[in-house]
């Protein structure tokens, strides 16, 4: 079973260096190891963190990170993220629930269909500062409360806000999701759900996995960022909306 979840979270490291979404597979994987719910979103974020800092790591050293820009960014998600994991029990999670699926197929849909996905910078709509005030403090905060699909969503917003090109887009993605990830997962550890042993081997074969994607998505660019996108953030939408606990399936459920 643990070579089993190894080899799952090579994969989605693999997967979250270029896309995001390594989620989609280590969830399910850890509660089929017989997890529950709490232990298995908790010790993900052992192996997402890992992944994540792998990924950052490669594109900074290609120099794809404008650190005086993306340092801010990254302080703001990690304090949002640990916002969002205190207020998890406050906030209606079936609201999230309803609204997510959406939002990941309309993103799905852009970056299909867009001409803004491309590898050279376009021209910014906002400035760096309004960008930071607001991007990741909604992000980092859903991240921590939620997290699906928090990859696909900060991608969109750096393309689309600050104009940034899809490899520039992706290692400031992989940063900030480095941060948010990281922050979340600390509040996690205080309340003993994380199952570290398991955790940390799969956290070593993830900054592997990630390790690759990285450079595969350095290499080749928009060709193999944007495809993998479209079908990430399909897949979670899908995966989502599958969920017996979904409003949008119960109420389907009621209707027929």
């Known amino acids: 079973m643990i070579a089993a979840l190894a080899a799952v979270s090579f994969l989605a490291g693999f997967v979250d260096a270029i896309a995001g979404g ?10 089929l190891a ?3 719910p709490a232990q298995a979103i ?15 790591y490669s594109f900074a050293r290609k120099g794809l990170i404008d650190w005086r820009k993306a340092g801010g960014f990254t302080l703001v998600a990690f304090l949002s993220s640990i916002a969002g994991a205190l207020c998890v029990q406050f906030l209606p999670r079936s609201v999230l629930e ?16 867009s001409r803004r996905m491309k590898d050279e910078d376009a021209q910014a709509r906002m400035t760096a500062l309004g960008f930071g005030l607001t991007a990741p ?6 991240d921590g409360i939620f997290g699906p699909g928090a990859g696909s969503f900060y991608m969109l917003a750096f393309v689309t806000l600050l104009g940034y090109g899809v490899v520039k887009a992706t290692a400031h993605t992989k940063l900030v999701n480095f941060a948010s990830n990281f922050g979340s997962l600390l509040l996690y550890a205080t309340t003993g759900a994380v199952v570290w042993p398991v955790g940390l081997i ?4 993830s900054f592997l996995g990630a ?21 990430v953030s399909s897949l979670m939408a899908l995966r989502l909306l599958l969920d017996p606990a979904n409003p949008w399936r119960q109420a389907l459920q009621a209707l027929f």
């Open 211 to 231: 390790q690759i994607g990285s450079r595969l998505a350095m290499r080749l660019g928009s060709r193999v960022i944007r495809p993998l996108l479209v079908v």
């Open 42 to 56: 908790a010790t993900n974020k052992v192996q997402g963190s890992f992944a994540a800092a792998s990924a950052t």
């Open 98 to 113: 309803a609204l997510i699926p959406i939002l990941l197929i309309a993103i799905a849909l852009f970056f299909a269909l």
């Open 137 to 142: 403090v909604a992000i980092g905060f859903y």
């Open 22 to 31: 390594g989620g989609l597979l280590t969830v399910p994987a850890l509660l």
């Open 202 to 205: 799969m956290a070593g074969t």
């Open 34 to 36: 017989g997890l529950d």
